[in-house]
C-alpha cells in the first residue's frame, strides 16, 4: 500500500556526482523524516543523513560537506545529491521515509529496496 523506490544510482568516477532520487507512493497521509542510508560491501547499514518534514537536515561525518538532500513535498519524493565521490561511498543506498497512510493513526517508517552506487576509476 505505500512503496518507496531509489533511482539514479550507477558507476561514477571518483570526483565525479550522483543525485539519487527517492519516490513514495501509496496510500500516503503525511510524510514526516526521511532518510538516507547505505551499505557497503562486507559492512553494516550506516546513516549518510535525515531531512525533517520542515526541510533540516542533518549528515553523517563522512558526507558532510559533499552529500546533500532536499525533498520535494508536493511529489512525495526525496533526493540525495552527491559531490566529490570517494571509492569509499560505494554502496547500496537506501531511502526511507516515516509515513501516515490514510485510515492508521500511527506512523511506520518504510523502506526502499535500495540503488547502488560504485565510485571506481
Known amino acids: 500500500q505505500v512503496q518507496l523506490v531509489e533511482s539514479g544510482g550507477g558507476l561514477v568516477q571518483p570526483g565525479g556526482s550522483l543525485r539519487l532520487s527517492c519516490a513514495a507512493s501509496?496510500?500516503?497521509?503525511?510524510?514526516?523524516?526521511m532518510g538516507w542510508y547505505r551499505q557497503a560491501p562486507g559492512k553494516e547499514r550506516e546513516l549518510v543523513g535525515t531531512i525533517t518534514s520542515d526541510g533540516t537536515t542533518n549528515y553523517a561525518d563522512s558526507v558532510k560537506g559533499r552529500f546533500t538532500i532536499s525533498r520535494d513535498n508536493a511529489k512525495n519524493t526525496e533526493f540525495l545529491q552527491m559531490n566529490s565521490l570517494k571509492p569509499e561511498d560505494t554502496a547500496v543506498y537506501y531511502c526511507?521515509?516515516?509515513?501516515?497512510?490514510?485510515?492508521?493513526?500511527?506512523?511506520?517508517?518504510?523502506w526502499g529496496k535500495g540503488t547502488l552506487v560504485t565510485v571506481s576509476s
Open positions: 501509496g496510500s500516503i497521509f503525511s510524510i514526516n523524516a
Open positions: 526511507n521515509a516515516n509515513i501516515i497512510r490514510y485510515k492508521y493513526w500511527a506512523a511506520m517508517v518504510y
